[in-house]
């Protein structure tokens, strides 16, 4: 139930708007891309390309910090003469 007992939970309502909101994004994907002249496979397909652009460029930038962690607590264990 919702919060004060009455209608739908409110999980659903989320729910519910969420999805709308999924669709409305979809529509405005859609149209944007038969604005550009491509399909809707191919819009997929640059989504697609520019999204795992993203997800490795933030997966190598955590790993470059988690090394330069190490470099760090490394240095600070020869400074402080803790081997």
Do not use: N
Request: without cysteine; proline residues 1%; charged residues 35%.
């Amino acid at each position: 139930m919702s919060a004060d007992g009455h209608g739908l939970p409110d999980a659903a309502v989320m729910e519910a708007h969420d999805m709308m909101h999924h669709a409305e994004q979809e529509e405005h994907e859609h149209e944007a891309a038969m604005k550009r002249g491509i399909t809707d496979d191919m819009a997929q397909a640059e989504y697609d390309l520019i999204h795992g652009a993203e997800e490795r460029a933030a997966r190598d930038e955590r790993k470059r910090r988690g090394s330069m962690t190490k470099v760090k607590r490394t240095i600070e264990k020869l400074i402080s003469g803790r081997h």
